[in-house]
């Protein structure tokens, strides 16, 4: 299982948890299989992201260690500036929470 912001969601993926309205209730649940059409109904429920069944690391192929490669080297020549330090820290968090990570990272030197 792996959680997914709502803007990357595809048709075709499977939900892994329900997923419910403010109140509580079930709008989907798990095993559904999202479409063009339920795809606009979760971007209109205001959800940040959902758990869709698959694993973890499945980003586009890449693992965890190659996204934040990735990071680090497109922030390399900001590196000094700490408001730009700190959207780095805010983004890795944010990919270490959707590959299925639950602790935080240290800061990571950029080379």
């Known amino acids: 299982m792996r959680r997914v912001v709502i803007e990357e969601l595809t048709p075709g993926m499977i939900l892994a948890k ?3 309205n403010a ?3 079930v709008v989907l649940p798990s095993g ?3 479409d063009e059409a339920t795809l606009p109904r979760l971007q209109r429920l205001g959800l940040a992201s959902v758990f869709i069944e698959g694993e973890a690391g499945d980003a586009g192929g890449k693992t ?3 996204l934040e490669a990735e990071l680090d080297h497109r922030f390399r020549l900001v590196s000094n500036d700490p408001i730009q330090r700190q959207l780095l820290e805010a983004i890795r968090l ?4 959707t590959h299925g990570v ?4 240290g800061p990571t030197p950029i080379s």
Do not use: F, K, Y
């Open 18 to 20: 329900p997923v419910t």
């Open 23 to 25: 109140a509580g209730l």
């Open 32 to 34: 559904a299989e999202l």
């Open 64 to 66: 965890l260690s190659e």
């Open 94 to 97: 944010h990919l270490r929470t």
């Open 102 to 105: 639950s602790e935080s990272p």
